[in-house]
């Protein structure tokens, strides 16, 4: 009898951990804005209906080249509100420079409550060489200089 007991009341945790789904928050990558998410959030919600979803609106386009410290102190006030809001947790993914500014914000934010940081081709231990965003942005004379 108490086996089933205890079968029982974990049944009814699991049920409830699987039946409401986590908010993911989205941040977008360098000379980007949140609509190059609209086909993912389209897809996450045929797949998974009612996931609070939010897709942070900073920096895009040009305004993404600022200061990677500055983005990191404004996308960890907007992501503050959606963490304190969701007790349970949250579910990060951050594609490109969003990755980093997403590791400043996850270092910088105590008691995140982040459970899942995904990051997509994020450069987390830096970039080598010349990107198609340098050769395009920055004159020649300025790329060897750029990291100063």
């Given at each position: 009898?108490?086996?089933?007991?205890?079968?029982?009341?974990?049944?009814?945790?699991?049920?409830?951990?699987?039946?409401?789904?986590?908010?993911?928050?989205?941040?977008?990558?360098?000379?980007s804005d949140p609509s190059h998410f609209d086909g993912?959030?389209?897809?996450?919600?045929?797949?998974?209906?009612?996931?609070?979803?939010?897709?942070?609106?900073?920096?895009?386009?040009?305004?993404?080249?600022?200061?990677?410290?500055?983005?990191?102190?404004?996308?960890?006030?907007?992501?503050?509100?959606?963490?304190?809001?969701?007790?349970?947790?949250?579910?990060?993914?951050?594609?490109?420079?969003?990755?980093?500014?997403?590791?400043?914000?996850?270092?910088?934010?105590?008691?995140?409550?982040?459970?899942?940081?995904?990051?997509?081709?994020?450069?987390?231990?830096?970039?080598?060489?010349?990107?198609?965003?340098?050769?395009?942005?920055?004159?020649?004379?300025?790329?060897?200089?750029?990291?100063?």
């Amino acid at each position: 009898m108490m086996v089933k007991l205890i079968f029982f009341f974990a049944t009814v945790l699991l049920i409830g951990q699987v039946c409401g789904y986590k908010p993911l928050v989205i941040v977008h990558g360098i000379l980007s804005d949140p609509s190059h998410f609209d086909g993912f959030v389209q897809m996450v919600t045929k797949a998974h209906p009612g996931t609070n979803i939010t897709i942070i609106n900073e920096y895009d386009g040009t305004e993404s080249l600022t200061s990677l410290w500055q983005q990191v102190d404004k996308f960890r006030s907007d992501m503050k509100a959606v963490v304190d809001s969701s007790p349970q947790g949250i579910h990060l993914l951050c594609y490109s420079q969003g990755g980093a500014i997403c590791r400043g914000v996850i270092a910088t934010l105590p008691n995140h409550q982040i459970h899942n940081f995904i990051s997509l081709s994020c450069p987390l231990l830096g970039q080598y060489g010349e990107t198609d965003v340098f050769t395009k942005y920055f004159p020649a004379m300025y790329r060897k200089d750029i990291y100063k």
